[in-house]
């Protein structure tokens, strides 16, 4: 199935690896060119070069994405190098701050909400004027079932997550006139990294609340924001998609 992609210029946030790389490179399967963002270099260069082997265009760029001034100029360096930016998948986010919120610290808290949402609407709003202009856009922030069910010790980071939900929805109002759209998945539990170095009971436990009762892929999720990026989905805008696999669902 033609996705419409071809040739389109996409920017992923965190792209360098776990769920953002897999993004990243579904595009480029797709014939899209990919630009990535994100403070890791190393991770960016490698990503680069996989996505480069598929034929298509890549370009990688440290960024922090709390930075709005870093932001803009590297949305000008994508467009520069590849051309108009037309699709963006924020895909950025910190969890390093796992404690109650009677002991939490100020500024992990304030890191947070600096990444995980002031980083998703610097994003947002450095690659709208382009949007703009091509008169079309695609737009899919990657959120967390821990922003629908709330994550013990783990306030900023659900908090955040939560919130892009009402951004997205803001933004699929507002944009809807340039033929934009703005929608978010909520991943459940992911083999990536962060998962990996858990406990194995703790692993075992998560695993008995999804109804495959097995940790999902990072390509689960990105078939699914490339599809939400297409032509294919062109009436598709303001949602949330549940990838949790059933973590959300209620059971006896």
Not at 57 to 78: I, M, Q
Not at 149 to 173: E, R
Not at 207 to 233: N, T, Y
Request: overall charge neutral.
């Amino acid at each position: 199935m033609d996705l419409g992609l071809k040739n389109r210029v996409v920017a992923v946030t965190g792209g360098a690896r776990g769920i953002g790389k897999a993004i990243a490179l579904e595009f480029a399967r797709e014939g899209a060119n990919v630009g990535l963002l994100d403070i890791f270099d190393e991770g960016l260069a490698q990503t680069a070069k996989e996505i480069e082997a598929m034929g298509v265009k890549a370009f990688g760029l440290h960024c922090d994405v709390g930075d709005h001034e870093a932001v803009n100029a590297s949305f000008a360096k994508l467009s520069a190098e590849l051309g108009p930016v037309t699709v963006l998948v924020n895909s950025a986010a910190v969890l390093d701050n796992v404690s109650k919120i009677e002991i939490m610290d100020q500024g992990r808290w304030e890191r947070d909400l600096r990444v995980n949402l002031t980083g998703v609407f610097n994003c947002v709003r450095g690659a709208l004027p382009t949007m703009q202009s091509e008169q079309w856009g695609r737009i899919v922030s990657i959120s967390s079932v821990a922003g629908v069910l709330g994550g013990f010790g783990q306030a900023g980071y659900s908090a955040t997550k939560s919130a892009l939900l009402g951004l997205m929805k803001t933004v699929a109002l507002e944009q809807g006139r340039y033929n934009i759209t703005a929608n978010v998945v909520f991943p459940g539990i992911i083999a990536t990294e962060m998962f990996q170095f858990m406990r194995d009971d703790m692993k075992e436990r998560i695993r008995k609340r999804i109804i495959f009762k097995k940790e999902g892929e990072p390509a689960d999720i990105a078939w699914a924001v490339v599809f939400l990026c297409s032509e294919k989905a062109r009436y598709i805008t303001g949602v949330a998609l549940d990838l949790s696999a059933g973590i959300t669902l209620f059971t006896f």
